[in-house]
């Protein structure tokens, strides 16, 4: 076969490639970028919360082992099953699932890096500083108490007057952050950073869930953020969302809740999913069984998801329809997900099946899982549902879906991939008893439970009395967690153990098909691989040797920097070569300053918040300064760099053909999404009224929309004028000056209508659709300056100006559709 360089490199060309790549030591460490250490960083963190829920789940049992126990007091308690639940849902699950793919992509998709190394260093940071945070409040009473979704009018100012719920909006910001962050990292990575070769038929089913689950943040993140913002709008300003005695509707909460709660247990899924798919076919030799179909069904899960939001609010009073539409779907995504399943089954059938420890994880999971699918469909029955609705039934659904989901396939993932931290397998021996703890403790803390809830004990409680006769099932499930926390402790220790062995060679011991397991520098592999197959390590019979002399793409380093090939999204042709940032301190210190400034706000620290925020601020400044760098290599055109023998790609690009335009697409599709929630709060809130605008408020007389609509139309003028003249600075001004010019219209057209957003909560929600555009206003504001400063841009380096024009269309956009949303309907 064919290799894009017909000869093999000599060994000192590599030198050049491993300064780029060098590891930070010391200090310096925290100023990592490379995907694959911050993988770690995340995947450590991750687990750590993990344990910590843990601890608080085991205390909780024992609060509940016996009636009337006094082990912790009821405010306690509720503090720690809200912490439990939160931190397991949002510090562990979905972070840990990012961390997992973080760390396992570059290798599997045979890429250097991916595309945003910086990017994944500040989402990492601002995780692991206001995860800190957030479970610091333990410590300090502080703890939000409200359970973790956080149902107004329980979470309101009149009913949590302390900081404790809004610890618990903080910590969840953080984590939008850092989520939304990762999904476009992973969005771009994935669609343009494979190696040459790779088509869509042969990316890794992995690489396919998360693909998926990534687009679905994107989707299901923005109602959370609308409103965890409109609690603290609330909270903070007194303004009435929630609040039925002024026109709020608590249940506009449980709808942007749940638009992301639901989906959020198929993007913990479906990863868990991909793995399996990874794995079995080298656990038992053979390909995966219907392969497309696998593929196509993670694809439908995902978008099924969507219309189930309401499952979770079948005892709200909704309407008939709504709830049968909805019903009916719960019970369709079950088709699928049980494609997946026979999928597994039949390749397991048609391999040859040895019972290590990553496959026993495997059989635990699909037993789990199932059995949680079943107890599934039984609650997506509104008859059963009603009966079952917030009894310990749910909480034993919950836990098997997530438990089997996502915990037993992340301990098989643990020991398949774990020669790839150091070379070493954990212990086959230890790890037998490790799966024989988890899966007995899983099923006798959690099967009990089902029969807990149909005697009619209730969540969320945190003692009862001997008469209730649940006594005995709640010792079983005690006993069951002690045993799940034993298994849980005897990994830890054993894969602590296998982490501090010296590093060697990891090999590939599983004789998998991945390009995960060729040989791994800290830069990847000393040459990207040229694919050919679905399964390149069994069908490629040379390519390890190939690609370890530097036959195939981008030997070595061209720049003397840190590079990687960018591909098409579908044929996976080369397209250019992207230069990627080196270490800094810059995400470090920009997620410290950010974390800083929201944790001393929320206690009350102004002077201090104020210069967290303008650290985050001025390391970002510096951070974007350095975006639109060139690099030359290549005598007489400094644009152009050979990757393989006769092979030139141009270095860089701009416009549609750059991932950084890409990425700024995926932000606009966030942004979008926050703003359809502000839109969909607005109609919810106004549907409820017998008449809109409510006695009070008025709509703002006839110039100002208008004159709002003009300039903001100039706007969007003047920035595309200044995309196609980016040698001008004044254009990117006179745009900036028109958005902002349509802000002010637009808010003195309001306040002179006699805008009060504390009176009632129609008047609330078109003033948060008004600050939502006034914060696009000044953010793009300033970035009309920045621009402006950064004087006349070369013709192949202006990524800023291009990614600032495409946000600026989707403000004027956001802007036009929210003066026709509060004018006409």
């Known amino acids: 076969m064919n290799t894009p360089n017909r000869l093999p490199r000599p060994p000192g060309e590599y030198e050049a490639l491993e300064r780029a790549w060098r590891k930070p030591t010391g200090w310096r460490a925290l100023t990592t970028v490379n995907n694959t250490r911050i993988g770690r960083l995340y995947l450590a963190t991750a687990f750590g919360f993990f344990l910590i829920a843990g601890v608080l789940a085991v205390a909780m049992r024992l609060q509940l082992a016996v009636p009337g126990n006094d082990l912790l007091q009821a405010g306690t308690y509720n503090q720690f099953f809200t912490m439990h639940g939160t931190v397991m849902m949002f510090l562990f699950a979905i972070p840990m699932v990012e961390a997992i793919a973080v760390y396992l992509l570059p290798g599997m998709l045979g890429a250097r890096d991916l595309p945003f190394p910086r990017l994944s260093a500040y989402a990492y940071w601002a995780y692991a500083f206001g995860g800190a945070g957030f479970i610091v409040t333990l410590f300090f009473g502080l703890s939000p108490d409200g359970g973790w979704f956080m149902y107004p009018p329980l979470t309101g100012k009149q009913y949590s007057p302390g900081l404790n719920a809004d610890f618990w909006l903080l910590g969840i910001g953080f984590i939008e952050i850092s989520a939304i962050a990762g999904a476009i990292e992973l969005i771009i990575g994935i669609a343009f950073t494979r190696s040459p070769g790779m088509t869509l038929a042969r990316i890794p089913v992995y690489a396919w869930s998360m693909l998926i689950v990534a687009l679905m943040i994107v989707f299901a993140f923005p109602p959370l953020i609308a409103g965890t913002a409109l609690l603290e709008l609330e909270r903070a300003y007194d303004w009435p969302f929630f609040i039925p005695a002024r026109g709020g509707d608590p249940l506009l909460w449980q709808h942007l809740f749940w638009f992301f709660g639901h989906p959020e247990v198929y993007i913990i899924f479906l990863p868990a999913a991909g793995m399996v798919s990874a794995m079995l076919p080298a656990l038992v030799q053979t390909t995966l069984v ?8 993670l694809a439908a899960v995902g978008a099924m998801s969507f219309a189930l939001w309401m499952h979770h609010m079948f005892t709200a009073g909704l309407g008939q329809l709504e709830t049968t539409l909805v019903s009916a779907v719960s019970m369709a995504i079950a088709i699928p997900t049980a494609v997946q399943v026979f999928a597994w089954i039949a390749t397991l059938w048609r391999g040859r099946v040895q019972l290590n420890v990553p496959t026993l994880f495997v059989f635990g999971f699909l037993l789990v899982f199932v059995l949680g699918g079943l107890t599934g469909v039984m609650v997506a029955s509104v008859p059963f549902d009603s009966q079952a609705h917030d009894t310990y039934f749910i909480v034993a659904h919950l836990h098997y879906v997530l438990v089997g989901g996502l915990v037993f396939p992340m301990f098989a993932a643990a ?19 490790v799966f024989g703890l988890i899966f007995i403790g899983t099923n006798a803390a959690f099967f009990p439970m089902h029969a807990t809830g149909l005697l009619g004990m209730p969540r969320r409680v945190y003692t009862y009395g001997a008469e209730m006769g649940w006594s005995g099932l709640n010792m079983t499930s005690t006993v069951g967690a002690c045993l799940l926390a034993a298994g849980v402790a005897l990994f830890t220790i054993d894969m ?5 062995r010296p590093q060697q060679d990891h090999g590939n ?33 040379r390519i390890e040797q190939e690609v370890e002399t530097g036959m195939h793409w981008l030997p070595g380093t061209v720049t003397g920097r840190r590079e990687t090939l960018v591909t098409g999204w579908r044929t996976a042709r080369l397209a250019h070569l992207l230069v990627l940032p080196g270490d800094s301190w810059l995400p470090f ?50 644009r152009l760099a050979q990757v393989a023998q006769d092979v030139v ?49 008025r709509l ?73 555009q006034g914060l696009h206003a000044v953010t793009l504001g300033a970035a009309a300056f920045y621009v402006a400063a950064r004087g006349k841009l070369r013709a192949a380096s202006r990524a800023t100006l291009d990614n600032t024009v495409l946000l600026w269309h989707c403000a004027v956009a956001q802007g036009l559709a929210g003066l026709a949303l509060v004018r006409w309907l």
Do not use: K
Request: glycine share 10%.
């Open 496 to 500: 602590v153990r296998t982490l501090r």
């Open 589 to 638: 210190l920009c997620a410290l300053g950010t974390a800083g400034f929201f944790l001393l706000l929320t206690v009350q620290q102004a002077v201090a918040a104020w210069l967290c925020g303008a650290l985050a601020v001025a390391t970002l400044v510096a951070w974007l300064w350095g975006l639109d760098r060139p690099f030359g290599t290549v005598p007489g055109n400094p």
């Open 509 to 541: 011991p599983w004789r998998s098909s991945g390009l995960e397991w060729l040989p791994q520098e800290e830069y990847g592999t000393r040459s990207q691989p040229d694919v050919r197959s679905a399964e390149p390590l069994w069908r490629q019979a």
């Open 415 to 433: 020991y398949f991939w774990m020669p790839l931290f150091n070379g070493h397998r954990m212990s086959e021996a230890v790890g037998r008893w």
């Open 649 to 697: 790609l141009p270095i860089g690009a701009r416009g549609s053909a750059s991932h950084s335009w890409w990425a700024t697409l995926v932000l606009v599709v966030v942004d979008g999404a926050i703003f359809a929630s502000f839109a969909f709060t607005l109609l919810h809130i106004g549907m409820r009224l017998e008449v809109c605008p409510p006695p009070g408020a």
């Open 700 to 772: 703002p007389a006839a110039p100002w929309p208008w004159l709002a609509g003009g300039l903001l139309a100039a706007s969007s003028l003047f920035a595309w004028w200044s995309g196609r003249h980016a040698e001008r600075g004044w254009p990117i001004l006179a745009a900036g000056a028109c958005l902002l010019g349509a802000f002010a219209a637009d808010l003195d057209g309001h306040l002179a209508a006699g805008l009060a957003p504390r009176r009632e909560a129609w008047s609330a929600a078109v003033a948060a659709l008004l600050g939502y």
């Open 290 to 297: 219907a392969r497309r179909a696998v593929i196509v069904s």
